[in-house]
């Protein structure tokens, strides 16, 4: 265990975990636009930026961006700082600038006090602010079907050759997890579209009510080793299922005990 | 010797007492969540069947989940679902044959038994003892001659 300062108070962290870590179970509200704790982390959004010093540095501090740096004993971390805030509305109006029509972006830009951008708005912009989440969810869960592409102002999310991506299996955890919901994607009872590639849902054998899609169901079973008859019902009808057979086992032993 | 989870559904009055106590405990930033437990209908008269979480041996959610954040709690026993890390794809949902992973719509959470980190708030809230929480003893039967 490494002994750490946090605005004041004294933590415990694990050895070799992250600053972010650390400062958001202390329910300290620290804004992240990147991070997501099913993959590694990445610095992109440079939001989570918080000021470090120790004793011995005489003063001096740094800032770093705290999902990316690992605990060190005696560290003193000041989370909401005067120049550490400075830093964050900084990035907020570069922000704006890029992403005026984002909601998620004004709110979190609001709560800085940073109503409009200083620099000149890009019209054309969308609401894509190159994160990484989405593909490096779908890294980390195996399909690796889309990816960023292109470097400077051409960079965007798109699977390859920006046509239907044959790895896809539509489980919309990019979508869902996006933190801009940028992510287009249609969901309708037997259909889903996400990236130009159309799934049919898997409907249950009773009652029809869809969960997931027909690719991913067939994924799950042939790589995780799930038999395939499990996803064809929906949960309701097997917990209704579970009722009736627990209700007959009941119904024998209470027979068995008369 | 650890606690069981013992569910028997002959006791059970289909009070719904346990959906109520585990949607309170399981409540978020003050609100209700949807309920880990469900008393249903058991295909005969006056028989309820309390369906939850059986906490599998090899359950099916575990190894459906591609970004592992079902991980069984080696002090209860109970696969728990680490919320942060959870991408909602909905693969457990759609894999656990017994229906109980579930999606709280309300606010848009994962959710699964995880026997309240080993103390059911539904096991001491259940009249008429049909849900309990206790050391599992099995009857010693003598062999005859």
């Known amino acids: 265990m ?29 804004p992240a ?30 800032f770093v961006t705290s999902c990316l740096y690992p605990v ?18 900084t990035i907020m109006d570069l922000y704006l600038a890029r992403h005026p029509n984002s909601p998620e972006i004004r709110k979190l830009a609001e709560e800085y006090g940073v109503l409009k951008t200083s620099y000149e708005v890009q019209v054309d912009g969308d609401n894509c602010i190159l994160c990484g989440i989405c593909t490096r969810i779908c890294d980390a869960m195996g399909f690796h079907a889309i990816s960023l592409v292109g470097r400077g102002h051409g960079k965007t999310v798109a699977p390859p050759l920006n046509e239907a991506p044959p790895d896809c299996t539509g489980c919309l955890s990019c979508a869902l997890n996006c933190p801009t919901n940028f992510i287009e994607f249609s969901d309708q009872d037997d259909k889903r579209t996400i990236w130009n590639k159309e799934f049919e849902m898997l409907a249950c054998v009773k009652c029809g009510a869809t969960t997931i899609t027909r690719e991913f169901a067939e994924h799950l079973s042939k790589n995780r080793d799930i038999p395939f008859e499990y996803f064809e019902t929906c949960d309701s009808c097997h917990r209704k299922e579970t009722s009736l057979t627990m209700g007959r086992i009941a119904a024998w032993t209470k027979e068995a005990q008369s | 010797m650890k606690n069981r989870f013992i569910v028997n559904p002959v006791l059970c009055t289909g009070c719904r007492t346990c959906e109520l106590a585990c949607s309170f405990a399981h409540s978020v930033d003050g609100q209700m969540g949807r309920s880990r437990i469900y008393p249903l209908d058991g295909g005969m008269t006056d028989l309820w069947v309390p369906v939850t979480c059986l906490q599998c041996e ?28 959870c991408v909602k794809c909905m693969a457990c949902i759609a894999a656990c044959p017994f229906g109980c992973a579930l ?18 708030a539904c096991a ?7 849900l309990e929480y206790k050391p599992f003893e099995t009857k010693k039967k003598k062999l005859a001659g």
């Open chain 2, 103 to 120: 999606h709280d719509t309300q606010h848009d959470l994962i959710i699964k038994c995880d026997l309240c980190g080993g103390d059911p």
């Open chain 2, 58 to 85: 090899e359950a099916a959610c575990v190894k459906s989940c591609l970004v592992n954040a079902l991980r069984r709690n080696p002090d209860t026993g109970a696969i728990e679902l680490n919320e942060d890390i």
């Open chain 1, 33 to 62: 636009l990147c991070h997501h704790e099913a993959v590694e982390p990445l610095g992109a959004c440079r939001l989570c930026m918080v000021e470090i010093t120790k004793t011995e540095w005489d003063g001096w501090s740094k």
């Open chain 2, 124 to 130: 001491k809230f259940c009249p008429t003892k049909a």
């Open chain 1, 72 to 89: 060190e004993p005696d560290l003193i971390v000041s989370t909401h700082s005067d120049q550490v805030n400075e830093i964050r509305r």
């Open chain 1, 2 to 30: 490494v002994n750490i300062t946090i605005n004041g108070k004294t933590a415990q962290a694990k050895e070799g975990e992250m600053l972010l870590s650390v400062i958001r179970r202390l329910k300290i509200d620290v």
